[in-house]
């Protein structure tokens, strides 16, 4: 059965940084790639970073360009979101996503999604 | 990058009926690469269709999928309590970006 399990959510003040941490099993980890897709209070989902199955390519979304990026442990079956430079608008669940290929098209499996909240 | 357009935006039928959802996108979406997800109250989002028409494990038939080029449709033959939840279309062109469509929230009339 797979599963994915986000922590490392909380409240951080505007230009913080938090790093989110998903673990992973179930599936053979390193041969998928591995995405965060967020959603702001009450709006839809939004993709925001995603990583190859080896770590060594990574896409994302123009709104988190320079400020956010993504990691992965595949010995440790672990992807992680380093966020810097935090904003309000950064407010949001975020969830981490298993993608059904290295880069797609679906997200065939979600975790449960940890709240990040930037806030003075 | 493609904009997908899903109408309407509040769907408010009764258990039983018919629910039909469309997904519109801003240029043509290959097939395999258009994307149904269910996210039911306080819930993440989970896999519903995908490939435009194929169900994902465990999704009951009364879904299904169809579409092609820039015009995508989701239907529920036959809508039960648990069916009441909000509807995301999902593309992708062979690499990243993944864009969404803005939800229908199926409603309860």
């Known amino acids: 059965e797979v599963q994915l399990l986000e922590s490392g959510g909380g409240l951080v003040q505007p230009g913080g940084s938090l790093r989110l941490s998903c673990a992973a099993s179930?599936?053979?980890?390193?041969?998928?790639?591995m995405s965060w897709v967020r959603q702001a209070p009450g709006k839809g989902l939004e993709w925001v970073l995603s990583?190859?199955?080896?770590?060594?390519?990574?896409y994302c979304a123009d709104s988190v360009k320079g400020r956010f990026a993504a990691s992965r442990d595949n010995p440790l079956e672990m992807v992680y979101l380093q966020m810097n430079s935090l904003r309000a608008e950064d407010t949001a669940i975020y969830y981490c996503?298993?993608?059904?290929?290295?880069?797609?098209?679906?997200?065939?499996?979600w975790g449960q999604g940890t709240m990040v909240t930037v806030s003075s | 990058e493609i904009v997908l357009t899903q109408s309407p935006d509040t769907l408010s039928l009764s258990p039983g009926e018919r629910a039909t959802l469309s997904c519109r996108a801003s240029?043509?979406?290959?097939?395999?690469?258009l994307t149904w997800y269910q996210q039911r109250p306080g819930q993440a989002p989970g896999l519903l269709i995908y490939g435009t028409s194929n169900r994902a494990a465990g999704v009951p038939d009364r879904f299904s999928g169809s579409g092609s080029g820039t015009d995508f449709t989701l239907t529920i033959s036959r809508l039960e309590p648990e069916d009441f939840a909000v509807y995301y279309c999902q593309q992708y062109t062979g690499s990243p970006p993944y864009t969404f469509g803005q939800g229908t929230k199926l409603e309860i009339k």
């Open positions: 990583i190859s199955g080896s770590g060594g390519r990574t």
């Open positions: 996503a298993k993608v059904s290929g290295n880069w797609g098209p679906a997200f065939d499996f």
């Open positions: 179930g599936f053979t980890f390193n041969n998928y790639g």
């Open positions: 240029q043509t979406v290959n097939n395999p690469f």
